[in-house]
């Protein structure tokens, strides 16, 4: 067990996109109970937040004592997207 | 029927929310969609947290990029959601990407070849249409 599983699971009140970034800024969060503007918008009206961390699987680890209770949980990155990546498969 | 999916036309890359489901539940990522790559690629830590592992793998793969070989394999997942359609039993190749990029996929042609689309860059949202099979 590691040092994210360790720590009592955490959910924060409903939060929009712009204040999650504000409070977790360029890290990776966890979300769940989603509330969606409309359907397939880009960013949600808002969101708790159940896990959070600079890397991709700490939020996910945070995260997984309320899998049960939101069989959806949303996966962020709150800092700006960038490219490149690889491109060519074989 | 179009479906219209909204994107952050300030992004570097077209990136759209997706719904990956597996045994042990579901996950909303951001993925970018990229008509470069042949497969849909999907970084392991997500699958992991919803059921997967590298043993459910169907074939090893490799990527060729700038600083050589490195290798993946391919996983069939229950459901990939994206662009508001829903492709059940959806091959994807398991890769890592790095975490500065900020997002956890690609929708690759895998996956867009079963459509029709229009990415309106400008307005950020793309059209996309099912083909008549």
């Known amino acids: 067990?590691?040092?994210?599983?360790?720590?009592?699971?955490?959910?924060?009140?409903?939060?929009?996109?712009?204040?999650?970034?504000?409070?977790?800024?360029?890290?990776?969060?966890?979300?769940?109970?989603?509330?969606?503007?409309?359907?397939?918008?880009?960013?949600?009206?808002?969101?708790?937040?159940?896990?959070?961390?600079?890397?991709?699987?700490?939020?996910?680890?945070?995260?997984?004592?309320?899998?049960?209770?939101?069989?959806?949980?949303?996966?962020?990155?709150?800092g700006k997207i960038i490219a490149p990546f690889p491109r060519f498969f074989a | 029927m179009k479906n219209e999916t909204?994107?952050?036309?300030?992004?570097?890359?077209?990136?759209?929310?997706?719904?990956?489901?597996?045994?042990?539940?579901?996950?909303?990522?951001?993925?970018?969609i990229d008509t470069g790559s042949a497969a849909t690629v999907i970084v392991p830590d997500v699958l992991d947290e919803i059921g997967y592992s590298a043993r459910d793998g169907t074939a090893r793969t490799s990527v060729t990029t700038a600083v050589g070989k490195e290798h993946g394999f391919l996983l069939k997942v229950a459901e990939l959601e994206a662009l508001g359609f829903t492709l059940p039993a959806?091959?994807?190749?398991?890769?890592?990407?790095?975490?500065?990029?900020?997002?956890?996929g690609l929708i690759g042609l895998n996956f867009l070849e079963r459509f029709n689309y229009e990415i309106r860059s400008a307005e950020g949202h793309i059209l996309v249409e099912k083909v008549a099979p």
């Open chain 2, 90 to 104: 959806f091959t994807v190749n398991v890769f890592e990407l790095a975490n500065r990029y900020g997002i956890e």
């Open chain 1, 1 to 78: 067990m590691d040092a994210a599983e360790r720590l009592a699971p955490v959910i924060t009140g409903a939060l929009t996109w712009p204040q999650i970034c504000e409070q977790y800024p360029d890290q990776w969060v966890c979300v769940v109970d989603i509330q969606w503007a409309e359907p397939r918008m880009f960013h949600f009206r808002n969101a708790r937040v159940v896990g959070h961390g600079t890397t991709r699987r700490e939020p996910l680890v945070q995260a997984r004592p309320w899998r049960d209770r939101y069989p959806e949980i949303g996966h962020f990155f709150t």
């Open chain 2, 6 to 32: 909204h994107f952050d036309p300030d992004a570097d890359l077209i990136v759209v929310n997706a719904t990956i489901r597996g045994p042990r539940g579901s996950t909303v990522v951001r993925m970018a």
